[in-house]
């Protein structure tokens, strides 16, 4: 295959659709060699923003452009359909095309792009090589496929044919665990051999933190943060971001620099008053077996419900006067012997709670 | 996977009736029916011209209503509106109306003095009624209900998911319909075309309207039969198994999808990734 990636370009949406009362308002923009990852609970919109990238569906107001050409402008406005946008798509459930074998569903990209000058099938092979695949398997049709063959079909054809972007609607869907744990990385290096932008949609908090460069948060329609993940765990904007980073989110009475939470009293650094949200990222909480002395201002003894060993942390959930989770090092969890149903002294600074009016 | 179960008692009574209701006709025809001579009868010159004319005949009608059908059921599929629940009425018309009234209203469009009448003798260089086209047309008229809605339905049951993915792969909808569409549609497709021809060979009421029953030109095998009835009662018989093997070979191709549940195994469509 002879990609012309020589120009890549960058895609950019900013649109309005509605459908009935629910109206998506998304603004989306993935530069090249950049995986956006749009993430959000189900019913967020995120499949409606890949169609309408895709061309599959056309937006009511706002446009959508590639490399700063109009694919969208909206009623009335300029429309390139899907089949002329060269957009690599891997569409939610795979799609393939259950009448054809796995060569021909990866062949028929090229076959459709250019009819007639020349044969596709030997890019097709390499295209199935290329994301792993035996090419004994290329004359199998998708019904003989496993899970995993055929989420790999899928994404060879959504490579095959000099895509200019690619669009992935929860690739990692419909393959089992042990499966996806082997595609995780080979997804990773595939994405990131490919120079055009990224856009992956999925409701799965760990393949949106292992894929994004930036994460694009829907919720309701709206996009509520955009922004690194670093940037997210920074100050996250909803509940949903928090949980998807894995931060600790309470709602609690503010009282000066006292919030009461449940029945615990947390110590806050700034001043507030009423109802709001407290975010603690789970690498500031401390643990230590007796009553800490010194700097923190807030420490509780909790029960230990969880030990759950991460890539290079370990993740504590407590339980008691505040569910807690801390992110400790393995060493941590060693040097304090944590074990389900022990009690814990846990400590977090003032300075690292975070305290947002609701 | 044999699952029996007790069929209860106030069923069993009417269903043996219905049965023995069923097939009373065929065995009436089958004890009646001068074996000696069937073979004899049915090789007969009359008959051999009306088993041809209903074999062509009812061809190329089917073949027709797939052609003007299968678009008429890809629009009708491709979406809600009231114009389409309004040409939905008009397809299904033909199914409810007697098969007389569609050869009245077909004379009466097409005929010599008809609608339409002037323009297709100037085209054709001849009316339709009483020529073998003629008949083709009525047959037509009543065979391309069953194939609209057997493809609409089978057109509409392709997962669109499939259709949108070989758009964003370059696609346009002529391909997309031919290469994906269709093929994912052919057992539906397949079955309707069947149950069109086997309509168009039984067709009898708008064909003797239209058409007329001329020996060798518009005569099919139902109308011989009903003109056989008085003056030779035998060959009427000998042609009426002729019609009922024939309908029967029909049902026996199309077993697998109208009756999953009588061969044992199922009806297995193509394996697809859903």
Do not use: C
């Amino acid at each position: 295959m002879t990609p012309d990636w020589t120009n890549a370009l960058g895609l950019e949406a900013r649109f309005e659709v509605a459908r009935g009362t629910f109206v998506l308002d998304v603004a989306i923009r993935a530069e090249p060699s950049e995986t956006v990852v749009l993430v959000g609970p189900n019913g967020a919109g995120k499949s409606t923003v890949l169609r309408v990238l895709a061309g599959l569906e056309r937006v009511d107001r706002g446009s959508v452009l590639m490399g700063g050409d109009t694919l969208d402008g909206g009623i009335g406005g300029l429309f390139v359909p899907a089949e002329h946008r060269r957009f690599g798509v891997l569409p939610q459930g795979l799609a393939l095309f259950p009448h054809l074998t796995a060569l021909e569903n990866v062949a028929y990209g090229p076959r459709s792009r250019w009819p007639g000058t020349r044969d596709p099938r030997e890019e097709a092979l390499d295209a199935l090589v290329r994301v792993g695949l035996d090419a004994d398997i290329a004359g199998r049709k998708p019904g003989a496929l496993s899970g995993g063959q055929a989420q790999r079909v899928a994404l060879a054809r959504a490579l095959a044919g000099a895509p200019r972007a690619l669009l992935l609607d929860e690739p990692l869907s419909a393959v089992d665990a042990s499966t996806r744990s082997a595609l995780v990385p080979e997804l990773s290096s595939w994405l990131a051999a490919f120079p055009g932008p990224r856009i992956l949609v999925t409701h799965d908090a760990s393949d949106a933190l292992r894929f994004a460069d930036r994460i694009v948060a829907l919720e309701g329609g709206r996009v509520v943060q955009t922004g690194t993940r670093d940037e997210l765990a920074r100050a996250p904007r909803s509940r949903y971001v928090a949980d998807l980073l894995g931060l600790n989110v309470f709602e609690g009475e503010a009282n000066g620099s006292t919030v009461s939470v449940g029945s615990a009293a947390l110590t806050v650094a700034g001043e507030a008053d009423g109802p709001v949200t407290v975010t603690v990222h789970p690498r500031a909480v401390a643990l230590f077996r007796a009553r800490p002395e010194g700097s923190p201002r807030n420490a509780l003894e909790l029960e230990v419900a969880t030990v759950e060993p991460g890539a290079s942390r370990v993740r504590v959930a407590l339980t008691g006067a505040l569910d807690l989770v801390a992110e400790v090092t393995p060493r941590a969890v060693e040097d304090l012997g944590l074990v389900p149903g022990q009690h814990v002294w846990a400590a977090v600074k003032a300075t690292e709670i975070r305290v947002e009016p609701l | 996977m044999d699952v029996r179960r007790p069929l209860a008692l106030p069923l069993l009574v009417p269903a043996l009736v219905a049965a023995l209701f069923l097939a009373a006709p065929l065995v009436g025809l089958a004890l009646r029916a001068p074996w000696s001579t069937v073979l004899e009868r049915a090789t007969s010159d009359p008959l051999l011209a009306a088993l041809r004319l209903s074999l062509v005949t009812s061809t190329w009608s089917a073949a027709l209503a797939f052609v003007l059908g299968v678009p008429l059921a890809a629009w009708l599929a491709s979406g809600r509106s009231p114009a389409r629940t309004l040409v939905r009425i008009l397809v299904t018309l033909p199914l409810v109306l007697p098969p007389v009234v569609a050869g009245v209203a077909l004379l009466l469009a097409f005929g010599r003095a008809g609608l339409l009448g002037g323009s297709i003798e100037l085209l054709f260089g001849a009316a339709l009624p009483f020529t073998t086209l003629g008949v083709v047309v009525a047959q037509t008229y009543v065979a391309l209900p069953f194939l609209v809605l057997a493809a609409e339905t089978g057109l509409r049951g392709v997962d669109r998911n499939v259709q949108d993915a070989a758009r964003t792969l370059g696609a346009g909808p002529w391909r997309v319909f031919r290469t994906v569409t269709l093929p994912l549609a052919r057992p539906a497709l397949g079955a309707g075309l069947l149950v069109a021809w086997a309509r168009a060979l039984g067709e009898f009421g708008a064909t003797i309207t239209f058409a007329g029953s001329l020996e060798g030109t518009t005569r099919t095998l139902p109308l011989a039969v009903y003109a056989a009835l008085e003056r030779e009662p035998d060959a009427a018989i000998a042609l009426s198994l002729v019609l009922v093997a024939v309908s029967a070979l029909v049902l026996f191709l199309l077993r697998r999808r109208w009756f999953p549940g009588s061969t044992g195994q199922d009806a297995a469509p193509e394996g697809g990734a859903r």
